[in-house]
């Protein structure tokens, strides 16, 4: 019966967190959400020096007045393997 109760209790208690409110803002209005990128790319390239300033010259101009939050990542991208051959049998009836 412990076992049984204790199961019930792992199962429960996440949905139980995930039910509850979102946490409320200044003065209990929703949180602000960020505001959405005014300019995002993604490249893939053998030189990320070169494919950066190639993204770069992309940019729209700043706006007099406004703050800018800039990102700059680069990770390797891995190869997949390649599938093996897949070989075409003939399956005709004689």
Not at 6 to 29: D, V
Request: charged content about 20%; proline content about 15%.
């Amino acid at each position: 019966m412990i076992r049984a109760s204790l199961l019930l209790t792992l199962l429960i208690a996440p949905l139980s967190q995930a039910m509850e409110p979102m946490p409320k803002g200044p003065h209990g209005q929703p949180p602000l959400l960020p505001p959405a990128a005014l300019y995002q790319a993604s490249k893939q390239g053998g030189d990320p020096q070169a494919t950066a300033a190639e993204l770069t010259q992309l940019i729209p101009p700043a706006e007099k007045g406004k703050r800018y939050e800039v990102q700059v990542s680069v990770r390797e991208v891995r190869e997949l393997p390649t599938p093996p051959a897949q070989t075409q049998t003939n399956n005709r009836e004689r």
